[in-house]
């Protein structure tokens, strides 16, 4: 398997150096690497991993399970810190507790309140940050038509179907109007009908927001289908062994998924995992 260069600017995988399509960049990663204890054994969950998000940019991470994806976000949220190696948000290097707060960072599971209404689970990041609860609200409830919950602001998340509910998380991480977006696997839990609805819909969102993007996933055809491009990881320890540009064109739409140039994309990255013979150019 080809390494893609651990380089501090961005690289394709034949080592060509290019810029992000956009500067400053929102976050860079310098030989990261960071353990984890388990019983009397020190492990490596990452290890000298570099890579970068340009402004208004879409990364897709992409790799194994274990392969140390979810511990890349909590660290550039600065849920963790590195034990080797910066994290760099718009150009300055920042520990731990300067990032938290910086970024807006959504898991997989929607992790609404059972009895907070939609535009009050949407209103709670912002309660969180000190915002007054009345303020809040209003904020959540101007904003409910934009992403589709018009109608829905006095609904129970157990009246909501699994995409409504996401889209609640989603509104209630955008309010927080941070410019860096942290997803991980947003969709995971849906059935394939809801997962291709919100996939649209999320592109949608980012073709006007125009924010920067470092979402995880399990899905290669997602991760091809959404992002500028796509960093594969090894498996445990995690470190970058393939970088895929996405030379597809914007907007996207589902039926690109038959295009020629989609089907190779797909299997580049599927071959970077591990899963089809050597596929590249």
């Not at 976050?27 to 492990?43: D, K, P």
């Not at 300055?92 to 009895?115: C, F, I, K, N, T």
């Not at 919950?149 to 109007?177: C, H, I, K, W």
């Not at 999320?202 to 125009?210: G, K, P």
Request: with cysteine.
């Amino acid at each position: 398997m080809v390494r893609a260069p651990t380089l501090t600017l961005l690289a394709t995988p034949d080592g060509t150096v290019v810029r992000p399509k956009a500067a400053p960049l929102a976050v860079e990663l310098r030989g990261v690497t960071t353990t984890y204890r388990e019983r009397n054994a020190l492990l490596t969950a990452i290890d000298d991993v570099s890579l970068a998000v340009g402004a208004g940019e879409f990364v897709a991470l992409i790799g194994p399970s274990g392969s140390g994806k979810s511990t890349l976000l909590d660290i550039v949220a600065g849920l963790i810190e590195p034990v080797v190696g910066d994290v760099r948000l718009d150009g300055e290097v920042l520990p731990a507790d300067r990032r938290l707060g910086r970024s807006a960072y959504m898991r997989q599971r929607d992790l609404l309140l059972p009895w907070r209404t939609t535009v009050e689970n949407a209103a709670l990041a912002l309660e969180a940050a000190g915002v007054p609860r009345r303020r809040a609200l209003a904020a959540a409830h101007s904003r409910l038509a934009e992403f589709g919950l018009a109608g829905f602001e006095r609904a129970y998340p157990a009246q909501l179907s699994g995409g409504m509910r996401q889209r609640v998380a989603f509104l209630r991480t955008a309010l927080t109007d941070r410019p860096l977006l942290l997803l991980d696997e947003p969709f995971g839990a849906l059935d394939a009908l809801t997962r291709a609805e919100m996939q649209a819909w999320l592109l949608d969102r980012w073709q006007r927001d125009q924010r920067s993007v470092l979402l995880v996933t399990h899905d290669v055809e997602e991760a091809v289908l959404l992002a500028d491009r796509v960093v594969v990881l090894s498996a445990a320890p995690g470190t970058v062994c393939w970088i895929e540009t996405i030379a597809l064109p914007r907007p996207r739409r589902r039926s690109l998924v038959t295009d020629p140039r989609f089907v190779r994309h797909k299997a580049i990255v599927l071959a970077a995992l591990g899963f089809l013979p050597e596929d590249r150019p």
